[in-house]
């Protein structure tokens, strides 16, 4: 409730400014330029001192990140210079960061991807994390060596984040380092047997079938047919099919690896 007074003070004191600038400029009126400019810096000055204050609470829950994203967009490129000031600083908790990256992709658009890819090299995962999400969101296909990168990222999120983006985005360029997450040992936990693979693992495969990596038919070609690849048996028929165009039948283990053998002796990889 004390947000939302405060929001609507702040409100009513942007509208009232917005009155009082509007009456200088009306026929008849012969405004001083330079008091005009400095009417907007303070209304400019209220807005992103108001902002940051609220963004700097540690107690913001859901209702109270979504007032003040309605309020920054509605306020427009007037929100920037506080919003990147949250992006900037570690005094403002994850989640505020996280959602000031978000509206600073919203309210500028295609024009803020540069300086929101250069949080992708964050020493903070979630402002890593938040930086592709939102150049996703930008639709920012052209950043394949952005994404690409992440995907060796130390935090199993943004990898996780990366290859996400990598799908949506259909980056075909990315497929190679898709696939070498394969060979990535933070891709895979300890556990008294030895390594066992992740879902992040299951869901590389998959990734290299939507982006019909054919360079990879030649591993899934053997792996598919060898017991130690059966926990990722379904995500390699899952690639195998997108990039062959075709689908085994259904029935056993031993039948599906027989049509796989069988059509990779079409294709002369094994």
Same mark, same amino acid.
């Given at each position: 409730m004390k947000v939302m007074n405060q929001i609507k003070n702040l409100f009513l004191i942007s509208l009232f400014s917005s009155f009082a600038l509007n009456a200088a400029v009306t026929p008849g009126n012969n405004p001083d330029p330079k008091k005009t400019v400095s009417a907007r810096k303070e209304i400019n000055k209220l807005l992103t001192d108001e902002l940051i204050k609220q963004f700097a609470k540690p107690d913001l829950d859901k209702k109270g990140l979504a007032d003040l994203r309605d309020r920054a967009i509605k306020s427009g490129g007037e929100s920037i210079p506080a919003l990147v000031k949250v992006m900037k600083s570690s005094d403002f908790p994850d989640k505020s960061r996280w959602v000031a990256t978000f509206l600073v992709g919203k309210i500028m658009g295609e024009k803020s991807a540069g300086f929101i890819a250069k949080f992708a090299d964050h020493p903070n995962w979630v402002m890593r994390m938040a930086s592709l999400k939102t150049l996703q969101a930008l639709k920012q +296909?052209?950043?394949? *060596?952005?994404?690409?990168? +992440?995907?060796?990222?130390?935090?199993?999120? &943004?990898?996780?984040?990366?290859?996400?983006?990598?799908?949506?985005?259909?980056? &075909?360029?990315?497929?190679?380092? &898709?696939? +070498?997450?394969?060979?990535?040992?933070? *891709?895979?936990?300890? *556990?008294?047997?030895?390594s066992k693979r992740t879902n992040l693992i299951k869901d590389a495969v998959k990734v290299v079938g939507d982006l019909k990596f054919e360079k990879a038919l030649d591993p899934l070609f053997a792996m598919i047919q060898k017991p130690k690849y059966e926990d990722i048996f379904d995500e390699m028929e899952y690639a195998l099919t997108k990039i062959t165009n075709k689908k085994s039948p259904k029935g056993s283990l031993k039948t599906k690896r027989s049509f796989w053998k069988k059509t990779a002796l079409s294709y002369k990889v094994i």
């Open positions: +296909s052209d950043k394949v *060596n952005l994404f690409a990168k +992440s995907l060796s990222d130390k935090s199993w999120l &943004v990898r996780k984040q990366a290859l996400d983006s990598i799908k949506h985005l259909n980056i &075909v360029k990315a497929a190679p380092q &898709v696939w +070498s997450m394969l060979y990535n040992k933070d *891709n895979y936990y300890i *556990n008294k047997k030895g």
